[in-house]
């Protein structure tokens, strides 16, 4: 299996297909397997990396350091696969670890794109915001596996639902804590500062990152996209695949230089 030893744990990647390399990196309800709909479409043209976050799928956290040393996962792994410069494709929790790293190494990153996530940095008024959104969208108690798809999705496609139900099953059990965002997080200047090519896709009937929250935090980045998908809630991704495919291939297209 590909694990990599990473100060302390044990790390589960795959890379597919050959080309400029992008990182798909999964959310609280996910893993390296999430993306069975993506990869298959961009290792035609792209070096697909998929990981499992520490404590997450078949990676290992032994110590229950979580969400602190994502981004120092994600810096240990490229080095080891000798890996220059990525894009970045981020979905929810994995929006932390794809932000922090664009914002620490600017230079190694071509493309980021954010899927129902603003990243979760340090802005204590957007937080707030959030807060209250959710509650007047009730629904919190409810398992995050539930409420990670739009209510239409769930009663439209109860096979897929049980799907993405079954892989978020996958995960050992975890401290929540531990999936918090970490001290030293970026904060709103550092985030408005990002020259990164930028892409923020969302489902209008997120609860969990409403629209209006990631059009803020596309709002402070200079050139950011924004993508809102009528219909479909936290998990575009696995909800309209083909619609987001197309705008990440989009994306991609025009800022990574694929060779002929």
């Given amino acids: 299996m590909p694990i990599v030893k990473l100060h302390g744990i044990e790390l589960y990647y795959e890379t597919h297909g050959e080309g400029p390399a992008v990182v798909f990196l999964h959310g609280a309800a996910g893993n390296h397997l999430s993306w069975w709909q993506q990869v298959p479409v961009f290792r035609e043209r792209y070096q697909c990396i998929t990981i499992d976050h520490r404590g997450f799928g078949r990676s ?3 110590a229950g350091a979580g969400g602190a040393e994502y981004v120092r996962d994600l810096e240990l792994l490229l080095d080891e ?24 190494h600017p230079q190694r990153v071509d493309a980021l794109v954010m899927a129902d996530t603003w990243g979760f940095f340090d802005w204590p008024e957007l937080q707030e915001e959030v807060r209250r959104l959710r509650e007047q969208a009730g629904g919190q108690e409810a398992p995050l596996a539930e409420r990670a798809l739009g209510q239409a999705f769930q009663a439209r496609e109860p096979a897929r639902t049980f799907l993405y139900r079954q892989i978020a099953g996958l995960n050992p059990p975890r401290d929540p804590a531990n999936i918090l965002p970490p001290a030293g997080a970026p904060d709103r200047a550092a985030v408005s500062r990002l020259t990164v090519p930028t892409l923020f896709i969302v489902g209008g009937e997120d609860t969990l990152t409403p629209p209006a929250i990631l059009r803020r935090v596309a709002d402070i980045i200079p050139g950011a996209q924004f993508r809102e998908f ?8 696995f909800e309209d695949a083909t619609g987001f495919n197309a705008e990440v291939e989009r994306f991609l297209g025009a800022h990574v230089r694929v060779p002929a």
Avoid: C, N
């Fill in 60 to 62: 290992t956290d032994p």
């Fill in 81 to 104: 696969l000798e890996v220059d410069r990525v894009s970045l494709v981020a979905q929810s929790m994995g929006g932390r670890t794809a932000l922090g790293f664009a914002v620490r």
């Fill in 230 to 237: 009528p219909g479909f809630g936290h998990s575009v991704y």
